[in-house]
């Protein structure tokens, strides 16, 4: 086409061209005009290409293990076949691509924390993005960390238990700064590899026995309880947010006695009140999960993906998920890249790449 008629084109009607060339092809194009890379940054152009491709962009389950340094293996769940994402490393600052651990995820959204350089990173790969954060000082002694993307952003929340009562710390995207809150009594630290969930502006968390559920606002910085019955004889409680808008909170827990679980049973919370029990693990099912975690549940951590609500263990490689809509259990195939040999250190996110999530 003429570049004359093409300059002359309706923003409108070149956007709507334009949506309707492959995720790939697009991304290649971005290298050759300022506006195309613009459009990377639109939520309305990734609206509409969303719709005009039919294709939409892939999720993946992401597992991270410090043997695998330069990749991540990635699952596709829409085909259900393994992928490799190599890191980019241009994303990281000097010397920080030395050592680094990733720690949480959220909305195509990748969190690090980079050691050696004090500091996390935040990035978005599809789109080439990232963003150096400082630590609030050093040294930082975090736990709990937990990605949250918000319409403006994202916000980052951790406890530090370098203070004997523990403070609550809150990095906000938009204004680029620190905040620091109270923190909780008792300490919240049973399991260190499960996050909060996100629930109705709040971010959720399980306390030891005798279990209950607590809320921080992230709004308002404040903590509360969540005043609602707890099921009996449970032996360990993990809790998920589920759909986008995060108007639903999920927990799944062990029945038994004496810290040994007879069965898994997952509940929903329904209208703020009550627990209400949606499913139970099959026997056989329940009979692997147990004796791959040995009863050792701090290991167990759970989150949710695409209509999925994924339980995993830091001793082991694979992943059980229950499928919401369809109401069932499954175990996800293992990872062919994983020597027999590594026996932990397995940590698994959800990973769905957008354009528009900004680092």
Request: with cysteine; proline share 6%.
């Amino acid at each position: 086409m003429d570049p004359v008629i093409w300059s002359k084109l309706p923003q409108e009607l070149l956007e709507h061209i334009l949506c309707f060339l492959p995720l790939k092809t697009f991304l290649s194009l971005r290298s050759t005009c300022k506006h195309f890379n613009s459009l990377v940054f639109s939520p309305t152009f990734i609206t509409k290409h969303s719709s005009g491709s039919g294709s939409g962009l892939c999720s993946f389950l992401l597992l991270s293990h410090q043997q695998f340094y330069s990749h991540f293996p990635l699952y596709d769940t829409i085909i259900g076949s393994w992928r490799d994402l190599a890191l980019p490393f241009s994303l990281f600052p000097p010397f920080g691509s030395s050592q680094f651990n990733l720690i949480s995820s959220s909305n195509g959204l990748l969190c690090f924390a980079l050691p050696s350089c004090c500091s996390f990173l935040v990035c978005n790969m599809l789109a080439k993005s990232s963003r150096v954060i400082e630590l609030p000082f050093f040294p930082f002694s975090f736990e709990l960390l937990t990605l949250v993307s918000t319409p403006k952003g994202y916000k980052i929340f951790t406890l530090c238990s370098k203070f004997s009562s523990n403070q609550a710390f809150v990095y906000d995207s938009v204004v680029h700064s620190w905040t620091e809150h109270n923190g909780y009594q008792p300490l919240l630290f049973e399991n260190f590899h499960q996050e909060g969930a996100f629930y109705d502006g709040s971010l959720c968390f399980t306390t030891p026995e005798p279990f209950s559920v607590v809320c921080f606002d992230l709004g308002t910085g404040k903590w509360g309880n969540l005043n609602v019955e707890m099921p009996r004889e449970l032996t360990f409680v993990r809790l998920v947010s589920g759909v986008s808008d995060r108007k639903r909170l999920y927990m799944l827990g062990g029945i038994g006695r004496n810290g040994i679980s007879r069965s898994m049973r997952l509940w929903e919370l329904k209208e703020g009140k009550k627990w209400e029990e949606m499913e139970r693990l099959p026997e056989l099912m329940c009979r692997k999960f147990v004796s791959v975690c040995y009863h050792n549940y701090e290991h167990v951590y759970c989150f949710w993906h695409r209509g999925m609500i994924c339980v995993c263990c830091h001793t082991w490689p694979e992943i059980l998920y229950y499928k919401v809509e369809r109401r069932s259990w499954h175990w996800l195939p293992k990872c062919p890249w994983l020597p027999d040999k590594w026996s932990c250190g397995f940590r698994w996110f959800s990973f769905v790449p957008q354009l528009h999530a900004l680092a």
